[in-house]
């Protein structure tokens, strides 16, 4: 017998391609790691192969050697009588067995030192915001792009959607595989499915930055708008948010999270809109339940598994994804000019415009220009013709508006997302706060005073408001016949209309 370098059991045609292999992805692995070094972060593809599918082949490659090896010594062994043969052994007075020990313990060293670094980097890559963000583009584009302008667009995606501790790191690495399998397949739901069921509670994401004890503030927001028809078109409200709610006080809109005073409640839909049922637990163990009139619930409670318990999500569930609806875009440009007011039935159009459901952002981006022009050169010719460059700028305006907020490919959009925070054009707080939610003997009602959650300091139009520190009634900008007391906002106010 010829001496070999190594045992004989590894020559082998599976040992001699695994060696192959492994001996490829190292080289290759070498060459990007340098790469990725001199790249820096900014490459996600190169992270991605170089740390999370390559190492995975050079395993394969390593599994393949071995593999080679026992079912050439199971062979081996099988043909044999001689029963010491049968015995493991290793003998390091034979060079052979010498060679494969110093191989096999370099290589381990060298697999253990790049899976340290390796693993670090996976990790390093899958918790980043531009892997969460733009990895699957077109799947995340909608939550992406809402992010980036939102108060919380230098927060990493993972602060709130993963937070810290081990276990939850787990939980959504396997998730988050299955999600990937799913892009590829290109089986995921379009819109993505929001609420998000097993969202981590507020309290180990949001509350590790927001100090529920501090967050009872006044908080001043001043909102304008503009009106369709009339001479004073431009509105203005200024209002005082109750945010309230401290640790030693039962007041203000934090009150609901006040440590001391829980909400519970269950909705008969998936989305968490149509609200049927809310018990409320004061500070002393005093229970009240609440249901709305032709709730499922009236005579036996919800099972446990529909209830929730109310924390910040349920007000605040688009803190970081807020799809703009189109009544506030078009009031916003019209009132700074971005598209010339003074053109004729220009707000509508704009609506109008917006609102209408495209099937791609392509289709959108040469729908709202033509369509604009199309409708002009039909009931205004003769404006058209002397202000072609206003029609233009307000066609450039709303193409802008719609790629930010608009995501037709993903059908994400202000109502398919719905923000509960205000009520004039989703549900919101009137999920529970719209004047039906009762107590069964009747004697208490969820209030719907204008007052409870903020004081109207400041309301008309510009220039020539009415203000009051102590509060105002509110005044509805059109004389619609009292009807904004008798319904809910958005029962007229869809976002897409007026
Ligand atoms: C400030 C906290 C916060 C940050 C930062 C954040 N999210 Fe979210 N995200 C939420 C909340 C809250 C929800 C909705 C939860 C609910 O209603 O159940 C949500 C929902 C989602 C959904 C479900 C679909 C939807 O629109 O409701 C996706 C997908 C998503 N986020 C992706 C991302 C990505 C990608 C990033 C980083 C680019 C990110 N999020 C950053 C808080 C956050
Ligand atoms: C990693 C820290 C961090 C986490 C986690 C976080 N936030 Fe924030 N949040 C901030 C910062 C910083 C600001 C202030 C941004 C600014 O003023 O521009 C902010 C602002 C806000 C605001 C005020 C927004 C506005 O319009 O001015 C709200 C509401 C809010 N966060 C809710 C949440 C909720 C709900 C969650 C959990 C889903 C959350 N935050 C998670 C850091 C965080
Ligand atoms: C009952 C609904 C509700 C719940 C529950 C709720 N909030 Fe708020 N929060 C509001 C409203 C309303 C405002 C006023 C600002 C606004 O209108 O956008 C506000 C304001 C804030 C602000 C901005 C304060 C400022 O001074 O600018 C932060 C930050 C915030 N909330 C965080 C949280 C966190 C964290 C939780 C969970 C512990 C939480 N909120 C629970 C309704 C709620
Ligand atoms: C899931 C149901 C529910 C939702 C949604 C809800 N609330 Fe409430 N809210 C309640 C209940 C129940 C009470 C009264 C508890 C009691 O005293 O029995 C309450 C009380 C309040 C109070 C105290 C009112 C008073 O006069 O004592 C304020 C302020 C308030 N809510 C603000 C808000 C705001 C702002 C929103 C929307 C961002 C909101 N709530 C959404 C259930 C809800
Ligand atoms: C349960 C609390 C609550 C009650 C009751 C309530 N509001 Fe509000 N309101 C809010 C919140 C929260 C916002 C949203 C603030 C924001 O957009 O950040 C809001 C926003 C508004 C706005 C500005 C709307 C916008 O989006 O531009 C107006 C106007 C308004 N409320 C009027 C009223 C009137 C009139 C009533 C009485 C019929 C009323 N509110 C009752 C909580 C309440
Ligand atoms: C019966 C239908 C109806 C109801 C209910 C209603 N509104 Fe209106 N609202 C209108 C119409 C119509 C306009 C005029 C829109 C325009 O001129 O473009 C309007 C305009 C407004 C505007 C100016 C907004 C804009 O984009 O021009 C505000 C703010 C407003 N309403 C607040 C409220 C609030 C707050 C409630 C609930 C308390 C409410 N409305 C209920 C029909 C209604």
């Known amino acids: 017998m010829t001496s070999r370098r190594f045992s004989r059991y590894f020559y082998n045609p599976v040992s001699y391609l695994g060696a192959l292999l ?23 593809y190169i992270g991605i192969l170089t740390y999370c599918i390559l190492p995975i082949f050079l395993i394969i490659g390593l599994l393949m050697i ?45 697999l253990i030192i790049m899976t340290l670094i390796g693993s670090y980097k996976a990790y390093h890559y ?22 980036l302008k939102s108060p919380h667009g230098r927060v990493a995606c993972v602060e709130c959607h993963i937070g810290s501790g081990a276990n939850w790191y787990v939980k959504s690495k396997m998730s988050g595989a299955r999600q990937v399998l799913r892009t590829i397949a290109k089986s995921y739901e379009r819109p993505i499915k929001t609420p998000v069921d097993n969202l981590r ?5 949001c509350q590790q930055c927001h100090w529920p004890e501090k967050l009872h503030a006044i908080r001043d927001l001043k909102r304008s708008y503009y009106l369709t028809e009339g001479d004073d078109r431009e509105w203005v409200v200024r209002m005082q948010m109750n945010v309230g709610g401290d640790k030693d006080s039962a007041a203000g809109v934090h009150a609901h999270m006040n440590v001391d005073h829980e909400i519970y409640y269950a909705a008969e839909d998936a989305r968490r809109q149509k609200i049927t049922w809310v018990k409320s637990v004061d500070k002393d163990g005093t229970e ?10 009236r005579d036996a409670p919800p099972p446990a598994d529909k209830v929730r318990k109310m924390d910040c ?14 009544y506030r875009l078009v009031n916003d440009a019209l009132r700074q000019g971005r598209i010339d007011p003074s053109i ?61 907020d608009f995501f037709p ?35 208490r009602t969820i209030t719907k005073d204008c007052k409870a959650c903020h004081t109207i300091v400041e309301q008309g139009p510009a220039g020539r408001t009415e203000r009051s520190l102590d509060g105002l009634d509110f005044i509805h900008p059109v004389d619609d016949d009292n009807g904004w007391k008798e319904m809910n906002c958005h029962d007229c106010h869809t976002g897409g209309g007026p």
């Open 313 to 326: 999500i349920d007000c605040h569930n688009r803190p970081s994804h807020r799809f703009e609806a189109p």
């Open 126 to 147: 899958t918790e980043s915001v531009q892997f969460c963000g733009t990895m699957c583009h077109e799947v995340m584009r909608p939550e992406h792009t809402a992010y």
């Open 66 to 110: 071995a593999a080679g090896a026992i079912v050439q010594r199971i062979r081996y062994v099988r043909g044999q009588t001689d029963l010491r043969i049968h015995a493991f052994h290793i003998d390091l007075s034979l060079p052979s067995h010498q060679n494969t020990l110093i191989v096999f313990f370099v290589g381990t060293a060298i």
């Open 344 to 404: 004729p039935d220009i707000k509508e159009r704009a609506l109008k415009a917006l609102d209408k459901e495209y099937d791609s952002t392509a289709e959108a981006l040469e729908s709202i220009p033509s369509d604009l022009r199309a409708y002009y050169e039909k009931k205004h010719p003769d404006y058209l013709r002397e202000h072609s460059g206003a029609i233009d700028t307000a066609a450039e305006t709303l193409k802008r508006l719609y790629q930010n």
């Open 201 to 205: 509670p507020a309290e180990q994401t």
């Open 409 to 443: 490919e993903m059908k994400a959009r202000w109502d398919t997302h719905p923000d509960n925070i205000g009520h004039l054009t989703t549900p919101g707080c009137f999920r529970c706060h719209g004047g039906e939610h009762r107590t069964l003997d009747g004697a």
């Open 288 to 297: 009240r339940i609440y249901v709305s009139p032709g709730s499922k619930y």
């Open 22 to 44: 492994a001996l490829l992805v190292f080289i290759v692995e070498i060459f990007l790691f340098a790469l990725d070094m001199f790249v820096g972060e900014g490459n996600l």
